[in-house]
């Protein structure tokens, strides 16, 4: 079965990075892009950003241009996220997807278990 | 990039109700359309996706429909594990975008 693996939640002060792990399993890692999304409290779902992990391709959200790095290790089938320049506005739970696509649909079906991501002085 | 407009954005009702949430698209998107399911502390769940197919093990009083630019969600007889918010997500093309989302809570 698909699974995606978050690693653990993370306490970071104001101007640090964080670097969130996304180990798969259960398919081909490098067939499907992975998304990056996250979720401030009480705030709505926000895109981040997608890597192809067969390429290294990758794509941001204007809001994250610069400040995001989306990377993959093919051998053991896991993606990263590094968010730099973090401020409070930075806290949330952080999650990767699989983007599922073929020639006549797509579908971002499967999610990590998402990582809190906390940024405080 | 293409926008998503999602409405309303909260929504009281009762166990049996029938429940319809709207998406719009900036511009068209064929039927490159989910709905996702997200409740406090757990990671979001896919209900729809191409706009009308029902994701393995979601219950049949969902369903979806539209293409282009006008969506909807639909959950014929609201039952008490579906108190949730609810977001369409658009994946015609990068970058993604998510509607605002939808509470539907107890009335």
């Known amino acids: 079965q698909v699974q995606l693996v978050q690693s653990g939640a993370e306490v970071k002060k104001p101007g640090a990075s964080v670097t969130v792990s996304c180990k798969t399993s259960?398919?081909?890692?490098?067939?499907?892009?992975i998304n990056w999304v996250r979720q401030a409290t009480g705030q709505g779902l926000e895109w981040m950003g997608w890597?192809?992990?067969?390429?290294?391709?990758?794509g941001y959200a204007q809001n994250f241009q610069g400040r995001v790095t989306m990377t993959r290790n093919t051998s053991i089938g896991t993606a990263y996220m590094e968010l730099s320049s973090l401020t409070s506005d930075d806290t949330a739970v952080y999650y990767c997807?699989?983007?599922?696509?073929?020639?006549?649909?797509?579908?971002?079906?499967?999610w990590g278990q998402g990582t809190l991501v906390t940024v405080s002085s | 990039a293409i926008q998503m407009t999602q409405s309303p954005s909260s929504l009281s009702a009762s166990v049996g109700d029938r429940v319809t949430i709207t998406c719009r698209a900036s511009q068209g998107i064929r039927n490159d359309l989910g709905w996702y399911q997200v409740k406090p502390g757990k990671a979001p769940k896919l209900l729809i996706y191409a706009a009308s197919t029902l994701q393995s093990g979601v219950p049949s009083r969902f369903s979806g429909s539209g293409s282009g630019t006008e969506f909807t969600l639909t959950i014929s007889s609201l039952q008490p594990e579906d108190f949730a918010t609810y977001y369409c997500l658009q994946d015609f093309k990068y970058p993604l975008a998510f509607g605002q989302g939808t509470k539907v809570d107890i009335k």
């Open positions: 890597m192809n992990p067969d390429s290294g391709d990758t």
């Open positions: 259960g398919y081909t890692f490098t067939t499907s892009d």
């Open positions: 997807a699989r983007a599922y696509m073929t020639s006549s649909f797509s579908a971002v079906d499967f």
